[in-house]
């Protein structure tokens, strides 16, 4: 049964540390997507990839986040240094196909708290 | 930018109701469209799709189909269980890039 795997599946952290979240996506799937769920923003889109290469990280806050791809069966989303507002879930999501035929196949998620 | 807007919730009904969730869209181009469900606890999961004008998703006895003219792809059911309770998100995908709309949660009533 293929799925996404994420950790930690929960993270509870002092402001001001690094916080790094692992994903394992789909083998075979080319695309990687980062997300964030909050009650008030609802659904975020962080940074994408294709094949590896990051393709649109306009939605992450660039100061402190970063997103990459060390191999074809990780990708890492690391904050540093996190601060309580970056309170939330974080979704890494892979997918196949081009252009418009992309569907996204969801990890469990990884709840973050910073305190 | 492209962008999706659905309708707020909470929606809450009771068993057997007919359920109309609202979805539009707005994008350059032709996206395809989604509705994800996500459970307590869990990531979304993929619900039904169409990727193209007047095709219709189906799947679980939900339904929604393409609509090009009013840039909508509303979510129906024509008689809800329990189980259908969880937030609903529309979606769309373009070039790759999948945006989510706020979700709506539904709670249904036994």
């Known amino acids: 049964d293929a799925r996404v795997t994420q950790t930690p599946r929960d993270k509870v952290t002092e402001m001001g540390q690094e916080v790094t979240m692992r994903c394992q996506p789909i083998?075979?799937?080319?695309?990687v997507f980062w997300y964030r769920q909050t009650m008030k923003q609802g659904l975020e889109l962080l940074a994408y990839?294709?094949?590896?290469?990051?393709?649109?990280d306009s939605g992450m806050p660039k100061d402190r986040f970063s997103a990459e791809m060390p191999d074809a069966t990780l990708a890492t989303l690391k904050i540093q240094p996190s601060e309580p507002r970056d309170s939330a879930v974080y979704f890494c999501?892979?997918?196949?196909?081009?252009?418009?035929?992309?569907?996204?196949?969801f990890g469990q998620g990884t709840r973050l708290t910073v305190v | 930018g492209d962008s999706v807007t659905q309708m707020e919730g909470p929606v809450t009904l009771s068993e057997e109701a007919f359920l109309t969730i609202n979805c539009t869209y707005t994008a350059t181009g032709y996206p395809s469209l989604f509705w994800y469900v996500q459970y307590p606890g869990e990531g979304l999961q993929l619900l039904l799709k169409?990727?193209?004008?007047?095709d219709k998703g189906s799947n679980k006895g939900f339904e929604a189909t393409y609509r090009k003219e009013t840039t909508s792809f509303h979510l129906e059911k024509g008689s809800v269980q329990v189980s259908d309770s969880a937030v609903y998100f529309c979606a769309l995908c373009s070039a790759s890039k999948i945006i989510f709309g706020s979700g709506t949660r539904l709670s249904i009533r036994p």
């Open positions: 169409a990727t193209k004008a007047d």
């Open positions: 083998l075979g799937h080319n695309t």
């Open positions: 990839f294709r094949n590896r290469a990051p393709l649109d």
């Open positions: 999501a892979s997918g196949s196909g081009q252009g418009a035929d992309t569907e996204a196949f």
